[in-house]
């Protein structure tokens, strides 16, 4: 090899160098250049009145829980019910096949009464369900972790858990209010959780994201804020092979994409009421796209938004 080469390479390099500079500077630094955002969602799924929880299994298969039980989804959008549930709340795959599901119960802290009734459901994709945690008043998302535990949220709380199928729950952190999504970085270091409310009664909305830092699978240190989207209503956070963070903005009907470091936001999608949950496309479906559930002042639609770019890999 000459000096020629060598000295291509080098200025090669440095071309790469300036243009991730002006990337970064720029106002637009997509993955597909193809993609502007925001970049218009269109409905994937209009057969439900109400969803929450969206989740791929071990096998590429997609489950949404809506309208009081849990479906599977065809890449095609068509739907079969497998199993009627109390409410629609998070759903994340599990082991190799099955799933788990956040389940209010029979009552929730919206109502006249709430009791100390939620149930964290084992289920398999055939829909034989099975209870495995229960003492979580409302639990709203799940995020299952390496070791085979998970942690679930309570929205109506500071409380976020850590549990395991043999029925074991304690409280693992109150350091964030009224937590709702989660997701972890790829290097499991900082856990991100979407605040939905900064008071209960009556309910107040709030747009607040938080890194959680993490030693040895529990909380090290306080929380910081990550990002604040300016909208209302933080829901469900999923995060992209970049480690990138996006969350769905409820009550904004709004997707904002969060950068881990700065906390800059770029606007992703917008006009899809009531977004409450997302997840990057597997199996099937399209994996550069993100699949989104609404809630019942939504609609229950389910969206399918492009974003360029696939999801990190998910722990199940
Ligand atoms: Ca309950
Ligand atoms: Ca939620």
Not at 203 to 211: A, E, H, K, M
Request: proline share 5%; hydrophobic share 45%; with cysteine.
């Amino acid at each position: 090899m000459g000096s020629g080469s060598t000295q291509s390479a080098a200025f090669g390099m440095a071309a790469a160098a300036i243009a991730v500079g002006f990337g970064i500077g720029g106002c637009v630094s997509n993955d597909d250049p193809d993609i502007e955002f925001p970049v218009q969602p269109e409905v994937f799924i209009d057969e439900f009145d109400a969803a929450e929880g969206i989740a791929f299994n071990g096998e590429g298969d997609l489950f949404i829980a809506a309208n009081r039980a849990v479906w599977r989804a065809d890449p095609s959008g068509a739907v079969t019910r497998l199993t009627d549930v109390f409410s629609n709340l998070g759903l994340a795959g599990f082991g190799e096949r099955d799933l788990l599901m956040a389940d209010f119960g029979p009552t929730n802290a919206t109502a006249d009464s709430s009791e100390n009734d939620g149930i964290i459901w084992l289920i398999s994709p055939e829909g034989e369900k099975r209870e495995v945690v229960r003492g979580i008043a409302d639990p709203n998302f799940v995020f299952v972790r390496d070791d085979g535990t998970f942690l679930v949220t309570d929205d109506f709380t500071e409380n976020i858990y850590v549990a395991d199928t043999t029925g074991a729950v304690r409280v693992w952190s109150t350091a964030v209010p009224y937590p709702n999504g989660l997701v972890a970085s790829s290097d499991g270091s900082r856990l991100y959780v979407a605040q939905i409310f900064s008071q209960l009664d009556p309910i107040v909305l709030t747009d607040r994201v938080w890194t959680l830092p993490i030693e040895g699978g529990e909380p090290a240190g306080e929380p910081r804020l990550l990002a604040e989207t300016g909208g209302a209503g933080v829901d469900g956070l999923a995060l992209d092979e970049q480690g990138r963070v996006y969350v769905a903005d409820n009550n904004a009907g709004k997707i904002w994409r969060i950068d881990p470091e700065s906390g800059a936001l770029v606007l992703i999608a917008e006009g899809m009421p009531h977004v409450a949950s997302l997840v990057f496309g597997e199996g099937g479906f399209d994996r550069r796209a993100l699949y989104v559930t609404s809630t019942f002042r939504g609609g229950g639609s389910i969206w399918k938004v492009p974003v360029g770019v696939r999801g990190a890999s998910v722990l199940r």
